[in-house]
């Protein structure tokens, strides 16, 4: 070999472009499990809203078909009190109400309803019914219970549509329970 020549490198590195590639190639890795762990932040923060939810639309549902089956009601009364036309002569309330406690007929949504109903949730110690327990309010919740006619089943089947929206942060939720009930019980 001659006096000032290199000899060739077998060694190699990353080059600065496929450097920038695999850096931006984990910064959206990175952002994207972000976001879905956001995403499952905010869907745990919504869980005790969405059991409250589920739980009062169901109960508003088995107290119309309770009310049906022990005559409380005629099949008559298992209407909006305005529904699709001025009057129907029904009693359940139109449109969203906050969450009230029922009043003397047993049923919600109704003119007889009493204070925004309350629910007790426990503690820091996680059980029900000890001295830490926590009671809320459930203020800035609304149901809506919508009875309507089937058409073609001549008034002897109705559908019944729960709607209860609740704020959770900045998000509004809406929770929806629809069913059938028939004249016959």
């Known amino acids: 070999m001659g006096a000032g020549v290199m000899p060739a490198s077998s060694e190699r590195g990353f080059s600065l472009v496929e450097t920038v590639v695999s850096i931006g190639v984990l910064t959206v890795g990175l952002l994207g499990a972000a976001a879905v762990l ?5 869907n745990l923060s919504s ?5 409250i939810v589920t739980q009062k639309a169901a109960q508003a549902v ?12 005629t099949w008559n009364q ?12 029904g009693i359940f309330l139109d449109g969203p109400q906050p969450l009230k406690v029922a009043g003397a007929d047993g049923l919600v949504n109704t003119s007889d309803d009493g204070a925004v109903e309350t629910i007790t949730l426990p503690g820091k110690d996680q059980m029900l019914g000890t ?7 459930l203020n800035g919740y609304t149901r809506e219970i919508m009875i309507r ?3 073609n089943e001549n008034g002897q ?5 729960v709607t209860i929206t609740y704020q959770n942060g900045p998000t509004k939720r809406t ?9 016959y019980s």
Do not use: C, K, W
Request: aromatic share 6%.
């Open 38 to 42: 956001s995403a499952g932040m905010q």
């Open 47 to 51: 869980s005790p809203g969405d059991v």
């Open 62 to 73: 088995e107290a119309v078909f309770s009310a049906r089956d022990s005559h409380r009601l």
């Open 78 to 89: 298992i209407l909006n009190v305005h529904g699709t036309s001025d009057s129907t002569g």
């Open 131 to 137: 001295s830490d327990d926590l009671v809320t309010t």
């Open 149 to 151: 006619n089937v058409p």
């Open 157 to 161: 089947l109705r559908s019944i549509t």
């Open 175 to 183: 929770y929806t329970l629809s069913t059938f009930i028939s004249a």
